[in-house]
């Protein structure tokens, strides 16, 4: 049985993906921070494990990844979907707020990543895709530290798909437009609006574009794909 892991997936995006992966008959485990409920009701949905781990703390994200080998034994795909943002002018973000920012998106696929390497390389094949976003690609104003980490991320995937390619291992990123999830509950109809209006498409994304995008990544007919970014933003960033 294939076997999968997501972080940051109790809700939104990576939720989105753990429903995909396990109707798809993959063994999945994700992890959750704050939503304890969400990813209880989760992974009794689905059978996926669900581990509690603030990706901002190396020994967290360590004892994760070890939980994860122990239980699986190998694993075909690590899909890094946790991130959070913060949104203002750059002189008004503090020191922590950046580094709070790096660590989540950056520092933590950097170390699950390292931990699962040793065990892909091994069995010559693997699967790695990063939740990037468009904003990664062209930069958002007010969102300078979040654009900085999801382009951060966009280059560790480049580099990494060129360094693991020799050993069968694929490594993506997907770079998700306005997804209409829980996040945006801040947004007025009249902002969603204007979003729809922005996307050629003319509708925000959902959860279900995103996830059928790793899901493609992941699957054999993206075989002779790797180091590649996946755009799903209906238009917005061509």
């Known amino acids: 049985m294939k076997t999968a892991f997501i972080t940051g997936a109790s809700r939104g995006i990576g939720a989105g993906i753990v429903r995909q992966l396990s ?3 993959w063994r999945v485990a994700f992890t959750y921070l704050n939503s304890e409920e969400a990813a209880a009701a989760l992974a009794g949905e689905t059978g996926a494990l669900a581990i509690r781990c603030d990706e901002r703390d190396e020994q967290q994200v360590l004892a ?3 939980t994860v080998l122990k239980t699986f034994r190998h694993l075909d795909a690590f899909i890094h979907n946790a991130g959070t943002a913060w949104t203002g002018l750059v002189q008004d973000m ?7 920012l790096f660590a989540v998106h950056v520092k933590s696929a950097f170390l699950h990543t390292r931990a699962f390497l040793p ?6 094949s693997g ?4 939740v990037s976003s468009m904003w990664g690609q062209v930069g958002a104003s007010m969102e300078v530290g ?3 980490c999801k382009a ?5 995937m480049k580099a990494l798909a060129k360094e693991v390619g020799p050993s069968g291992i694929r490594v993506n990123c997907v770079a998700p437009g306005v997804i209409d999830t829980d996040m945006m509950g801040g947004y007025t109809p009249e902002d969603k609006q204007a979003l729809r209006e922005e996307t050629p498409l ?3 994304g959902t959860v279900e574009d995103v996830a059928h995008a790793v899901m493609f990544l992941l699957s054999e007919e993206a075989s002779f794909i790797t180091g590649q970014v996946l755009p799903v933003n209906g238009g917005m960033v061509i």
């Open 152 to 156: 951060a991320q966009i280059g560790m």
């Open 127 to 130: 699967n790695i895709v990063l």
């Open 23 to 25: 109707a798809g008959g």
């Open 146 to 148: 979040y654009s900085a």
């Open 119 to 124: 065990a892909m390389i091994s069995a010559q």
């Open 64 to 66: 994760a990844s070890e």
């Open 94 to 100: 503090p020191t922590d707020a950046w580094d709070q």
């Open 202 to 204: 003319y509708r925000l």
